[in-house]
Nanobody
């Protein structure tokens, strides 16, 4: 069982930056691929970024390439999402997820956090 707790969301102006954190419980954190998804009001949950247990392999959604960076610190059981050049369309609840294999699919992840709100004002 893995418990995930996100933090770092908030209100930021267009062009600003935020860094989201996701703290995981358990001693097997390094075995899990980790990902970030987001869900805007009235829309489905969509993939943002993911990385492997070692951190060597990453996937990004096209709409965040060059702006967002996913990373992890296995010593701290934490995964991060550095978000730069934020746009109003990035406004959403951001969720952290853990799963056995690197994937862009919601169904590829077994454990989910409660989410953290990111609001980008124009």
């Amino acid at each position: 069982q893995v418990q995930l707790v996100e933090s770092g969301g908030g209100l930021v102006q267009t062009g600003g930056s935020l860094r989201l954190s996701c703290a995981a419980s358990g001693r097997t954190f390094r075995r899990y691929a980790m990902a970030w998804f987001r869900q805007a009001p009235g829309q489905g949950r969509e993939f943002v970024a993911a990385l492997s247990g070692t951190g060597y392999n990453t996937y990004y959604a096209d709409f965040v390439k060059g702006r967002f960076t996913i990373s992890r610190d296995n010593a701290k059981n934490t995964v991060y999402l550095q978000m730069n050049s934020l746009k109003p369309e990035d406004t959403a609840v951001y969720y952290c997820a853990a799963g056995p294999l690197l994937s862009t699919a919601i169904t590829g992840y077994d454990y989910w956090g409660q989410g953290t709100q990111v609001t980008v004002s124009s």
